[in-house]
């Protein structure tokens, strides 16, 4: 880990967006209800000052803090930029949702293990920004979504959780992309809350998820 300031009561999280932000909303509204256990979003961060996602963030009261790409030189140069706001709002967890900017090596040894990741698809399959298109032009019958941690190599870190979503014969690309969303929306919330409660153990590849009987809590 990078120089991480862990607190005590409370989890504190930055979501990075770029766009519309429906992750986000559906953080933001199980946080209100308790759904992201000691999680608390305290900074909403973008690379987009037009993202319809800070409209969001604002909407609650929350903190929102756009970094534009262009005047960085390098990935480097603005994910050192981005680290520095990050630690200062003392941010324990990162939760990409729907951020367009691939994060450098640098970003990702400083938050190691502390970033989420949400793909529209069954990673390892149909990688890359255009998931749910892919999978509907390839005409599989199953596709879903994706929880994973975020690691050097693009979508392709240790998967926390999975749903399988159907492309029924009658589905649209539109129609999929609606199932897709809500099926992310209720998961994403799932795996804040399994991290916050420090439920995930990365083994290798694998993150083992410890059930709430087995300690009794
Ligand atoms: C989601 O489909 C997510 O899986 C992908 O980007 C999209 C973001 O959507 N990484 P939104 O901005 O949260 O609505």
Do not use: W
Request: overall charge negative.
């Amino acid at each position: 880990m990078g120089s991480v300031n862990v607190s005590e009561e409370y989890m504190n999280i930055a979501v990075l967006v770029s766009g519309d932000g429906s992750n986000l909303q559906a953080l933001m509204d199980a946080e209100e209800k308790g759904g992201l256990g000691s999680g608390k979003i305290v900074l909403v961060a973008s690379d987009n000052h037009e993202a319809f996602a800070l409209e969001r963030a604002r909407g609650k009261n929350l903190e929102t803090f756009v970094l534009e790409g262009s005047g960085y030189r390098s990935r480097e140069d603005y994910d050192r930029a981005m680290a520095r706001r990050l630690h200062e709002a003392r941010i324990e967890l990162v939760v990409l949702a729907g951020f367009m900017r691939v994060l450098s090596g640098f970003f990702i040894d400083e938050y190691k293990d502390r970033i989420l990741n949400i793909h529209p698809a069954l990673l390892p399959s149909f990688k890359g920004a255009h998931g749910i298109k892919d999978a509907y032009e390839s005409g599989v019958k199953i596709t879903g979504v994706t929880v994973h941690f975020v690691t050097k190599e693009l979508d392709s870190g240790p998967v926390i959780l999975q749903t399988g979503v159907g492309i029924e014969e009658n589905d649209t690309l539109d129609t999929l992309e609606e199932k897709i969303h809500k099926e992310e929306h209720r998961l994403y919330p799932e795996a804040v809350k399994l991290f916050t409660e420090g439920r995930l153990r990365v083994e290798g590849r694998r993150v083992r998820i410890r059930r709430r009987d087995v300690d009794g809590d």
